[in-house]
């Protein structure tokens, strides 16, 4: 596909820098960016930062064009196809670093040019945006999908992107559509570039994949790109490798990525199937844990025996963090609860299904979650399970009787973790020679 990059036209007869928009004519579309028209740009060269607008629309040929002032230079999509871009990427992490609070979020390698007098020009990240919605899905993967993480990890990501597009001829989680390189960017694992490109330095390898999140490290700071960015211009990116070291190292990259790979379609096909698979999984499941836990009543002594009452009703609330339906099933008798117990069922056999897919469960502790100041959870992950449990005992019963309130916390992988208040009340009475609460209420 051949891109549709800022370039140098003519209008009235003097060079202006014009961005294409399209061929068509959607008022709407155009009102919102003649709104945004006054959201500034910015060049940044040695005699400081200073905001660039554009002035207006032009229509030429059936096209309409956003215009502004031109200067001579290159945009960062040519100097990646040209494939000589250290230097250039290093002019760009020190402008971004320039700009501290205003630096855009996120890059499209349309929306930078390189001046020839050594000034950076980026576009209104605001109206480069707006451009996105209409620009066709071959031109935003190439060029802002591809080195933009989805949920925005900043600059340091998009150059940690565009330096392995260098150095592999490709950008990492590239992928045919929008949301397979959204979602690969999110959940693939990567083979170090010291692996996939043997003759790649070793430090080379670890900015990148530190930038890109797939490291061990924190992602390099801008200033730290531009000093490291320019120590690689002056001893390169490679280094001398025996043919045999690089083939058993290309080897091995090859196997942890077909790993990877594996992994990630098991995780894609989880994502697609999660309701038919827990479905079924757990009404096959869920008779099986039922009858087990049944008959295992039926054979061995109850291990709540010689509990309080308060302790009783506790340990019930408590074992739907743990998902010990069994210490549940211990704590009550006839019907009682069994809606609890079902749904704490239902998360323990979809967190078997999942850790047999993901290689790990989904769904954690409320318990843990909240210890650990409930920290922001990211759908399909959640917590599962009771937090602020309150036991008050009531009088004047004729047995032992409780309120108790809790909240309630249940994943779900669309909308994440969902809370739900709660109040009970709960009776209990001896049952061969235990307590056991036989009544909720609430």
Known sequence: MSLQLPARRLRDGRPVLAIP????????????????????????????????????FYQEEGRLYLYGPWEPGVCLEEVLQQGEALPYLRRLARALAALGDRRPEELSTDAVRFLEDGSVEL??????????????????????EALNHPDSRGPSYCLAAMLYRLVAGEYPFAAAGIEETRRRARGLRLAPLSLSRPRVREEVSAAVMDGLGRGRGSPPTLERWAAL?????????????????????????????????????????????????????????????????????????????????????????????????????????????????????????????????????????????????????????????????????????????????????????????????????????REGGAWVIHRIEG
């Not at 068509?24 to 400081?48: H, T, W």
Request: with cysteine; aromatic share 8%; proline share 5%.
């Open 21 to 56: 928009v399209g061929t068509g004519r959607n008022e709407i579309f155009l009102a919102k960016l003649r709104g945004l028209r006054a959201s500034p740009g910015f060049r940044v060269g040695a005699d400081g930062v200073s905001e660039r607008r554009l002035e207006g």
């Open 229 to 429: 960015l320019e120590l690689w211009e002056a001893e390169g990116l490679f280094r001398e490798l025996p043919e045999r070291e690089a083939r058993t190292l290309a080897a091995r990259a090859g196997r942890e990525q077909e790993q990877a790979a594996r992994a990630y379609r098991r995780r894609a096909f989880w994502r697609r199937h999660w309701r038919t698979t827990l479905i079924v999984a757990a009404i096959v499941a869920a008779a099986g844990i039922l009858s087990a836990t049944v008959l295992g009543n039926l054979l061995r002594p109850r291990s709540t025996r010689g509990l309080s009452p308060r302790v009783v009703v506790e340990s019930f609330y408590r074992s739907a963090n743990t998902l010990d339906h069994e210490r549940m099933q211990d704590c009550v008798t006839g019907r009682a609860g069994r809606q609890l117990i079902n749904q704490v069922i239902h998360v323990y056999v979809m967190s078997r299904v999942q850790q047999g897919y993901e290689g790990r469960s989904l769904v954690s502790s409320a318990e843990e979650w909240d210890r650990a100041g409930r920290p922001q959870l990211h759908p399909p992950e959640g917590v599962f399970g009771i937090t602020d449990l309150s036991v008050q005992e009531l009088e004047d019963q004729a047995g032992p009787a409780f309120q108790v309130s809790y909240r309630l916390w249940t994943p779900d992988p669309e909308q994440g973790t969902v809370p739900r208040e709660a109040r009970e009340r709960v009776y209990l009475r």
């Open 123 to 144: 576009l209104s990240p605001q109206v480069m945006r707006q451009l996105r919605a209409i620009q066709p899905e071959e031109h935003r993967l190439r060029t802002f």
